[in-house]
């Protein structure tokens, strides 16, 4: 059976910090893959998504980038982290068009 | 902006009773799906609605869709305390790609 793997759960980082979030997914291959930011009592944002390795899409301008080294992995990165980077941050996968996502247990990231 | 609305933002009721919660969206759609969300959890799939399909039901949970009126709804039927949690509603539309779009989400609160 497919899993996601997401961490770590939580973060506290510095500002100016840098930051690396892993998801990997396991039981499926060429999964496309996303990752949200959700605001407190917020919905979703999606910050970028990947339809294949090194393919990365990125939906809003912003302090962070994507990377996708393998098939199943999906990092988060930024080089100097911002107060408003502050968020829940999720990862997700779908095997493909109208299908449904298998969400992270989410990152709740504090930039302090 | 988001593809989909969620109305109430957040609805209060009594275990036994029934929760209804409205999704309007924007464009035209592949599919509809529903998620739950538990406070600081990843979100969870419950339902999925083709653009061709007009009723769905899953256990206690009944999905509609008015393609006419760009609308969905999700009820939940004799309530109970462990259904309190964020509800979303996410579009999968030719029009986004690969990607859900999701609504701002409904807190339901099932009292005992």
């Known amino acids: 059976s497919q899993t996601i793997h997401q961490w770590p759960a939580t973060l506290v980082q510095p500002v100016g910090s840098p930051l690396s979030l892993e998801c990997t997914v396991e039981g499926t291959s060429n999964p496309n893959l996303y990752w949200y930011r959700q605001a407190a009592g917020r919905g979703l944002q999606l910050l970028f998504y990947s339809v294949g390795i090194g393919q990365i899409s990125s939906e809003v301008p912003q302090n962070l980038s994507a990377s996708r080294p393998q098939d199943r992995q999906f990092i988060l990165s930024s080089k100097k982290l911002l107060l408003s980077d502050s968020g829940f941050y999720l990862c997700?996968?779908?095997?493909?068009?109208?299908?449904?996502?298998?969400f992270g247990s989410g990152t709740q990231l504090s930039v302090l | 902006s988001q593809q989909g609305e969620e109305d109430p933002q957040a609805l209060s009721i009594q275990e036994g009773e029934n929760a209804t919660m409205n999704c309007s969206y924007k464009t035209s759609i592949n599919n509809l799906q529903w998620y739950r969300q538990n406070s600081g959890r990843g979100l969870v799939h419950l339902i999925l609605i083709r653009s061709n399909e007009r009723e769905k039901h899953s256990g206690r949970l009944r999905v509609t869709l008015d393609t006419s009126k760009k609308s969905s709804s999700l009820l939940i039927t004799a309530s109970r305390a462990a259904d309190t949690a964020s509800y979303f509603c996410?579009?999968?539309?030719?029009?986004?790609?690969?990607?859900?779009?999701f609504g701002a989400g409904t807190i339901l609160r099932v009292k005992s």
């Open positions: 997700a996968w779908k095997s493909g068009a109208n299908e449904k996502l298998f």
């Open positions: 996410a579009t999968d539309a030719w029009e986004y790609g690969n990607k859900l779009v």
